[in-house]
């Protein structure tokens, strides 16, 4: 991991452990997850909000006027608009993205979830994703949830990672596999 990617999640780390042990110890766990569910949607959509997050240019007063404004018009909980308000004081803003990935690993946690990441040639109906949600679920022990995504380089089939595991049942994998042992033979 390079340097600055590390101190960024060491950052972030200390941020969501404050965070999420704040929202324990007020029996808030389902708020903090709407809240972080609502700002990851947010940074994937919105390229002016990840762009504010991360200039250097902003001032300190401007990024947290923007960031309140942002928390405001997203209806967050004041635990998560108070931590933005002090992050954006302290110029953490940019570490926003892991702060987010970590609480969700850490409430995932709590409830004793695994995320599964599942790329699909095509987009899974919601009959297909409960039943491999059923599978995961009966392979990892624990309640999966699907975090799912199309890649159509896939041709046909999935992959699926959870944790350090991953399974590929996909065609492009399938053909690599017949290149490869065409080219051993030949």
Known sequence: MSEPASIS??????????????????????????????????????????DMIGSPVLTRDTQGKAIAAVAARMGLSPLVANT?????????????????????????????????????ASALSPQQAAALAETLKQSFGKTVKLNTTVDETLIGGLVVKVGSKMIDTSIRAKLASLQNAMKEVG
């Open 84 to 120: 933005l308000a002090l992050m954006a004081t302290k110029r953490r803003l940019f570490v926003l993205p892991q702060l987010v990935a970590d609480l969700r690993a850490r409430i995932a946690e709590e409830k004793g979830e695994v995320t599964a990441d599942v790329a699909s």
């Open 9 to 50: 999640s060491g950052i972030a780390a200390r941020y969501a452990q404050a965070v999420f042990d704040l929202a324990r110890e007020d029996n808030a766990l389902i708020s903090l997850e709407s809240d972080v569910d609502a700002l990851d949607a947010a940074l994937k959509s919105s390229a002016d909000l990840r």
